[in-house]
């Protein structure tokens, strides 16, 4: 079973930037889409970008032209660069491979306040 380890929330004013990290375990990372998905409280998760094996990239609309997507194989780890953030971003954040396979881990808090 591959285990997600997701880092680098925290809280940041609208406008400010974060860079999120999720390393997994396990030998397929590399052939595997990732994808970055968030929950808000009270609404569904969603995913927000994905990234195929070949570095592909889709996002959600509502965060096309912010966030960036990318990954390093050598690493197993899938990043999500998030800049001109706005309140609406707040939520916990987890990565997968799109769609999930995984068993989800434990997320990083995302809050955007002034």
């Known amino acids: 079973q591959v285990q997600l380890v997701e880092s680098g929330g925290g809280l940041v004013q609208p406008g400010g930037s974060l860079r999120l990290s999720c390393t997994a375990s396990?030998?397929?990372?590399?052939?595997?889409?990732m994808g970055w998905y968030r929950q808000a409280p009270g609404k569904q998760r969603e995913v927000v970008a994905s990234i195929t094996s070949g570095g592909f990239t889709h996002y959600a609309a509502s965060v096309k032209g912010r966030f960036t997507i990318s990954r390093d194989n050598a690493k197993n780890t899938v990043y999500l660069q998030m800049n001109s953030l706005k309140p609406e971003d707040t939520a916990v954040y987890y990565c997968?491979?799109?769609?999930?396979?995984?068993?989800w881990g434990q997320g990083t808090q995302v809050t955007v306040s002034s």
């Open positions: 997968n491979t799109n769609p999930p396979f995984n068993s």
């Open positions: 396990g030998s397929s990372f590399s052939i595997n889409t």
